[in-house]
């Protein structure tokens, strides 16, 4: 069975520019889950869906980041524009039920010059 | 796929005893952390430990690392009922900031 999987593995891009980044749950979870690793610092909660509907995105940093799932299947996570401290890595993850166990994607290394 | 892997897969004890959670990795890495995931919220992280390091604590935390047979443990002392949770670890392999996650190991604390 194929685990989450997460496009691209890496971007660079520059300040202002728009960056979109898609993650794929194992099929058949309903919760979906992003993280934000910025750069040596811990993982940090940004939002949870659950099939379509966003549960609790109470961890998005500002309106910059845009997350959508639509269908219920993948995710995109937009920034738009990107700035400098969005730079890390970006981690999603999928669970059957919402109190479950969560499986990691390898994470999304951005990069924002 | 994910390299790491925790063993054992569930875990269920007295509040009071200790619980030792282990994780083994392939590869060379750079550091390793442990992670905790109450009910649904996420992920809380624990302890990083680096590559050079062979034991690091934290609290109640105690994590060692032996880097010549790929391997590190978590051991909780006196556990608590709020220690159930699930335990991750996760591997950081040179500089590229990914992490590589092992399947957690579930910990159940009985009152």
């Known amino acids: 069975e194929a685990g989450v999987t997460q496009f691209p593995s890496h971007s660079v891009i520059e300040k202002g520019q728009t960056v979109t980044l898609r993650c794929d749950p194992i099929?058949?979870?309903?919760?979906l889950y992003w993280y934000r690793r910025v750069m040596g610092k811990e993982i940090k909660f940004l939002l949870h869906?659950?099939?379509?509907?966003?549960?609790?995105e109470s961890g998005m940093p500002n309106n910059r980041f845009l997350a959508e799932r639509t269908g219920g299947t993948y995710s995109t996570l937009k920034v738009q524009p990107a700035e400098l401290e969005d730079s890390g890595v970006y981690f999603c993850?999928?669970?059957?039920?919402?109190?479950?166990?969560?499986?990691f994607g390898p994470g999304t290394r951005l990069l924002v010059l | 796929s994910q390299q790491g892997e925790e063993d054992p897969q569930a875990l269920s004890i007295q509040e009071g005893e200790n619980a030792t959670m282990n994780c083994s990795y392939k590869t060379s890495i750079n550091n390793l952390q442990w992670y905790r995931q109450n009910s649904g919220r996420g992920l809380v992280h624990l302890i990083l430990i680096r590559s050079n390091e062979r034991e690091k604590h934290s609290g109640r935390l105690r994590v060692t690392l032996d880097t010549s047979k790929k391997s590190s443990s978590l051991l909780i002392t006196a556990s608590r009922a709020a220690d159930t949770a699930s335990y991750f670890c996760?591997?950081?392999?040179?500089?590229?900031?990914?992490?590589?996650w092992g399947a957690g190991t579930k910990l159940i604390i009985k009152p």
């Open positions: 099929s058949g979870h309903d919760n």
């Open positions: 996760a591997t950081e392999r040179d500089s590229n900031y990914q992490l590589i």
């Open positions: 993850a999928s669970s059957q039920e919402s109190m479950g166990t969560q499986y």
């Open positions: 869906f659950v099939k379509e509907s966003k549960q609790d």
